[in-house]
Every structure is written in structure tokens, then in C-alpha cells.
């Protein structure tokens, strides 16, 4: 039997370069591991019936809080069936742009949902658990600015400043939570220097696998799939 895959978040505000990072740590692990072994995917609408979710989500419609939160929810489970746990399955290396700690930051930080609720609902959807999640943290201001560069907003990105600082505090709180998931790496410098830091969280997080990828079959580690990402209440 062959390794089986491993799964990696990217996470951060609006405009911290996630999309510009996940694509060069895919070529890089592309290049280390071998073509067709690594997924890169997103957050929402990353598979063949997210589309309509995403642009229902990123759209200017008007939802409750608990709208968009189920919203979300669903379309991760669809992603997680159709995509995630079917490349993790194959042995593949999965790296996705926005995750659980997305969920959690937007929608109880920012948008003030009870997090002891959502740890409810989150522990009963039983997702795949990270086995390492990126932060790129960066300050509102600069993450701002890019997004202004870029063009129009969509819904999430245009929400007001203090939204925006809630959602980065919630971030910096699931990172001191959860250190031996998350590395946090400081976004702000030029793309190059942030992508090598990227790529030694990795080397460093992971380098058992990294070094093992040539080696003959052996032991089966366990499965990404069968880590269950749970939120503990008391975290709230």
C-alpha cells in the first residue's frame, strides 16, 4: 500500500495573498513530489456543483448570519465528498484555499454567531481535519489597499473595516489555540520571500512525509480523512 495524501489549509483576511501562495506551494510540491500528486482547490465553490453556491455566496444578496453560515457548510460538504477526500484517498496532497477556520473566523468573530453553537453543528458535519494549516496574517490596512488594486469587491470583501478587524482577531485566537495545526507566516513582504517562508512551514510541519516519498511501501499512516477536525466548546 501506498502513503495516503495530506491535507493543507491556507487561511487569512481578504487580501492576503492566499490564491497568489496556494499556486506557487502547488508547483513546488509538484515538483517534489511528481505531476498529478497534488490538488489545488478553494473554498467556496471548488467543485463541479459549487458554482452556483459561490456566486450565490460572493453576491450582493441579502442573507442572515445563519443563512450564510449553513450556506457555507454546504457547499464544504460537497466539495469534501466530491473532491477533498476522493484525492486524499488516491494519495494525492490537497491544497485548499479557505477552510473551517474561514467558517469560524467570518462567521462567529465577524458576523457574532455563538461559537459554542457552531462547534455544535461543526463537530456533528465530522470534516477531514487539516493536517496543517497556513495563516498569512497580515494588517487590514495593506490586505485593503491589494483589494482595491484588484478591482471590484465581492460581497465579503466590501464589508466594513470593523468586520474585517473582528475576522483577523478570530484568526490570531484560532492560532494561539490550535499551535500544533497552525503556522502563522507574516504576509506582507514581497510574494517570493512570504512563498519561502510557506515552503519551510511546510519543510518543517512536514518534512517526515516530505522525505518518505521516495522510500518503498511500508506502514500506512493513517488517513487524512479519518482525523476528524472537532471544535472544542471551551474555546469560545
Not at 517562508?197 to 516530505?210: G, M, P, Q, T, Y
Amino acid at each position: 500500500m501506498t502513503d495516503k495524501g495530506v491535507f493543507i489549509t491556507l487561511e487569512g483576511i481578504d487580501g492576503c495573498g492566499k490564491s497568489t501562495q496556494a499556486e506557487l506551494l502547488c508547483a513546488w510540491l509538484s515538483n517534489k513530489l511528481g505531476e498529478g500528486k497534488v490538488l489545488r482547490t478553494f473554498e467556496p465553490g471548488g467543485w463541479s456543483g459549487g458554482e452556483h453556491l459561490r456566486i450565490l455566496l460572493l453576491g450582493k444578496s441579502i442573507f442572515t448570519s445563519r443563512t450564510e453560515l449553513l450556506l457555507f457548510l454546504a457547499d464544504r460538504s460537497g466539495h469534501i465528498d466530491t473532491e477533498i477526500s476522493p484525492a486524499l484517498r488516491k494519495g494525492q496532497w490537497v491544497v485548499c484555499e479557505r477552510y473551517t477556520d474561514s467558517t469560524l473566523a467570518y462567521q462567529s468573530w465577524g458576523r457574532g454567531i455563538s461559537f459554542e453553537e457552531m462547534s455544535v453543528l461543526l463537530n456533528w458535519c465530522r470534516f477531514p481535519a487539516p493536517d496543517l494549516t497556513i495563516l498569512l496574517e497580515i494588517d487590514e490596512e495593506t490586505a485593503k489597499s491589494r483589494l482595491k488594486r484588484r478591482g471590484k469587491l465581492d460581497r465579503i470583501e466590501d464589508m466594513e473595516d470593523d468586520f474585517i478587524a473582528r475576522v483577523a482577531w478570530g484568526y490570531k485566537e484560532l492560532a494561539e489555540r490550535n499551535p500544533d495545526r497552525i503556522i502563522v507566516v507574516n504576509a506582507a513582504p514581497d510574494i517570493e520571500q512570504v512563498a519561502k517562508n510557506v515552503r519551510e512551514a511546510v519543510e518543517k510541519r512536514l518534512s517526515n512525509i516530505l522525505s518518505a516519498k521516495n522510500k518503498k511501501p511500508g506502514k500506512t499512516r493513517v488517513q487524512p480523512q479519518d482525523k476528524v477536525l472537532l471544535v472544542r466548546k471551551e474555546q469560545a
